[in-house]
């Protein structure tokens, strides 16, 4: 049963953008109402705040979608606010941003399995160094001992010389 009445209630629950463009309608209106109070053009508010007249006219009538994202259209009131002499900070936070948690999963690029990183390069690197002394090392010793066996060759070949009579 209460089932049924949680996603009765959802039903009856307007989305974030509804709930974006009823608050916006509403802050724009005060806004507007407090700029022309204060005997300020829009002109003038917009040297003030450096933002362009579009957004301000934007935010005036409650246009939503000539207004950037959420979180800039929250900034753009913060400022209009501040400009006109108000909080913006707690003028700014009434207006819901709506910050939706992003899928992590959805987000990751699979990574490949045998992927290389620079610590594969260093061990390579490390390799193959050891592999080029290890293989010197070996050739210089070869040719140590071919040059000792010429050596002895040569020293039997005149040992055999001078043992032989003649």
């Known amino acids: 049963m209460n089932l049924l009445r949680k996603k009765a209630e959802d039903i009856h629950r307007p989305s974030i953008e509804q709930a974006q463009a ?3 309608a509403d802050l724009g209106t005060k806004l507007a109402d407090i700029r ?3 005997g300020l053009s829009l002109d003038e508010v917009v040297i003030m ?4 007249r579009r957004l301000l006219n934007a ?3 409650g246009n939503l979608k000539d207004l950037p994202e959420p979180i800039y259209t929250q900034g753009l009131l913060r400022q209009f606010a501040d400009a006109l ?7 700014a936070s009434d207006f819901p941003v709506g910050l939706q948690k992003v899928n992590e999963s959805r987000n990751k690029v699979s990574e ?8 594969h390069l260093y ?9 080029s002394v290890n293989g010197l090392s070996g050739l210089l010793n070869q040719t140590e001992l071919q040059a000792e066996d010429g050596n002895n060759n040569q020293l039997k070949v005149e040992l055999n010389s001078y043992a ?3």
């Open 22 to 24: 009823e608050k916006l």
């Open 49 to 52: 705040t450096r933002i362009s």
């Open 85 to 91: 002499g108000l909080r913006g900070v707690d003028f």
């Open 59 to 61: 935010i005036e009538i």
């Open 164 to 166: 032989r009579p003649r």
């Open 123 to 131: 061990l390579l690197y490390i390799f193959v160094v050891v592999c």
């Open 112 to 119: 490949p399995f045998l992927q290389l990183r620079p610590i």
């Open 36 to 38: 022309q109070k204060k």
